[in-house]
T-cell receptor, first 113, second 117 residues
């Protein structure tokens, strides 16, 4: 079955710097890759996703890139702010509806003021 | 956007008892899923709740321990049976196909924090 590896497990940056979180997946049939942000005591929230027919997607300060050949995808956060501090999870799915998500182990991001 | 609610939000239970967690969505959804998230850990899928048929369980999870119901397109329950302290965790439901949105996008309920003594 699918296996998703996520790195780093913790990341500390200064406010205004960029943060990059990387994930690799094992199943070449996976074609949907969401990212979730989970603040302490809150539910995971979908912040951005990418499908295998595109290589990059941006939403304001957040971007995700996908390299299907290498089977890895990354989350990029620019101009980080203290409110970006949270645990971020990547996931992979075969798509097509009704397919389960397999999650990475998470990255705890701390943005220092 | 659709609202996903869970009841109870938290509970403290005695070992050997059972707890039923409810997940309610205010619009029809295609799929509903149940996850477990242990403290400081990632999300682990327990099962997919299929409307009108038995749930599909992931490896390591069985129906006798985690019976699931899905009577309609807006509601599901997860029961944690014969609980032990190892079942202490956060249980989350998620939904896909909310309001006819893009396939695969999953949105989570607020979670149920379960402590078993």
């Amino acid at each position: 079955g699918e296996n998703v590896e996520q790195h780093p497990s913790t990341l500390s940056v200064q406010e205004g710097d960029s943060a990059v979180i990387k994930c690799t997946y094992s199943d070449s049939a996976s074609n949907y890759f969401p990212w979730y942000k989970q603040e302490l005591g809150k539910r995971p929230q979908l912040i951005i996703d990418i499908r295998s027919n595109v290589g990059e997607k941006k939403d304001q300060r957040i971007a995700v890139t996908l390299n299907k050949t290498a089977k890895h995808f990354s989350l990029h956060i620019t101009e980080t702010q203290p409110e970006d501090s949270a645990v971020y999870f990547c996931a992979a799915s075969k798509g097509g509806g009704s397919e389960k998500l397999v999650f990475g182990k998470g990255t705890k991001l701390t943005v220092n003021p | 956007s659709a609202v996903i609610s869970q009841k109870p939000s938290r509970d403290i239970c005695q070992r050997g008892t059972s707890l039923t967690i409810q997940c309610q969505v205010d619009s029809q959804v295609t799929m509903m899923f149940w996850y477990r998230q242990q403290p400081g850990q990632s999300l682990t899928l327990i099962a997919t709740a299929n409307q009108g048929s038995e749930a599909t369980y992931e490896s390591g999870f069985v129906i006798d321990k985690f019976p699931i119901s899905r009577p309609n397109l807006t509601f599901s329950t997860l029961t944690v049976s014969n609980m032990s302290p190892e079942d202490s965790s956060i249980y989350l439901c998620s939904v896909e196909g909310r309001g006819g949105g893009p396939l695969n996008e999953q949105f989570f309920g607020p979670g149920t924090r379960l402590t078993v003594l």
